[in-house]
């Protein structure tokens, strides 16, 4: 079989820059792994830094039966702007040419990444031309999300912005052969987008994760970083870890605000790293410059981040709470869970019931650093209660988030429909 991926945002292989590989070439490495054809398409422009990984379009054979396929379009600097939509727009209009040339094999199935609503709505588009499966893999709850962020009085007006974006989800939910989320919840959403409030076939697999077994020269480089960083494994420092996209929708300020309360208790074996990159970066440096608790090391690659988890007790999910967190589980779930840590997170609804069902971690509400603090030291003074809780993290990763085992359910579901 032929399987064609749209992914916009993603990290691909072909990257080389030691990103880890996210949700849908995660994917493609497991239906190549079974003999498939994989053709992934993205676009020229690097989603994490903005750089530009190639001036033109660009077949590239990544592996025998494996291709990457790049769509030249316009770059942007900020992930929500009017730059932005222009680059969906073009590259989802890209798409379509090129798909009808077929610079690669026709497909058994197309699967789209959701968001960009402008490349899924594409993909729709040239499967139902082709006569293929297309099915819709949900992440974020695009448009809707937007309404969330305006005061009372504007949502009228944001309702009729956001309009041409809910026709074309309306569409998507109409023409779609099957709809996948990351949990329940975000498919019974995208459902009520449906002309008919009802979808032909839909399922749920969370974000899982791959844990990579590092060689020892990774190993020794990862871990030589973090000393060169200040930072050495310790069992008598209680480390908390977290590492993605340093923006304006996580509370990590928060982060740094508890760094400075425990100081103030005297409590001097509680150590914050937050790893990456992004806007407020450089507000973190300047408020977070006079703790010795706190560390920004900037982008880590995978085997730093794998040497830092092992290094660490618990991992940190400061986000705010809205609508769309709380009807997801986010990727960050099975990487803390792969190495056993406990999680503090703000998150309500399917990630507080999710952690308070599982036992293995904590909810704290929104801009609470007293609650925060509080959850840290629950962790950091009962021993027993911190093993018990990293046993039960390994153990709900285990049966619920190892790639290995979601991606591999995943496959069996794209190869049934094609059949």
Known sequence: MHFWLLIEGEPLPTDFDESRLHRMCALAEV?????????VWSSTTNHRDKTIRSNERLVTNYLPGYDVV?????????????????????TAKKFRQIASISPVDPPDLILSAYPAIELTKSGVQVANKLGVPVVVDLRDLWPDIFLEILPRWMKLIGWLALYPFNRQ?????????????????????????????????????????????????????????????????SEEVFTICLFGNLGGNAEIPLL?????????????????????VGEILG????????????????????????????????GALPYHSDRGFELSLP????????????????????????????????????????GLVEAIYAL????????????????????????????????????????
């Open 70 to 90: 790049l769509l030249d379009s316009p770059s942007y600097n900020r992930n929500i702007s009017v730059a932005r939509i222009i680059h969906n727009v073009k």
């Open 256 to 276: 740094v605000d508890a760094a400075r309360k425990i100081l103030a208790d005297d409590v001097h074996n509680v150590r914050f790293v937050v790893c990456g």
């Open 169 to 233: 989800a309306r569409y998507i939910a109409d023409n779609a052969t099957a709809v996948i989320g990351i949990t329940d919840e975000f498919v019974n959403w995208f459902e009520r987008k449906a002309t008919n409030r009802y979808l032909e076939a839909k399922k749920s697999f969370p974000l899982s994760y791959k844990v990579e077994i590092l060689n020892r020269q990774v190993r020794n480089e990862a871990l030589r970083f973090w000393l060169e960083k200040g930072l050495e494994p």
């Open 380 to 419: 950091v003074e009962d021993k027993v209660l911190q093993v018990n809780m990293r046993k039960r993290a390994l153990a709900v990763f285990k049966s619920k988030f190892n790639s290995q085992t979601v991606y591999n359910d995943y496959a069996d579901y794209l190869e049934s429909l094609v059949v």
């Open 331 to 370: 990727n960050k779930v099975g990487e803390y869970l792969s190495e056993g840590l406990p999680i503090l997170s703000s998150i309500n609804g399917v990630m507080s019931r999710f952690l308070d069902a599982e036992r293995v971690g904590f909810t704290y509400k929104n801009q609470d650093v007293d």
């Open 283 to 314: 507000q973190l440096i300047k408020s977070s410059k006079d703790l010795p608790n706190f560390y920004l090391p900037g982008w880590v690659t995978k085997g730093q981040i794998r040497v830092l988890m092992e290094m660490s007790n618990a």
């Open 31 to 39: 239906l190549h792994a079974r003999g498939h054809q994989v053709s």
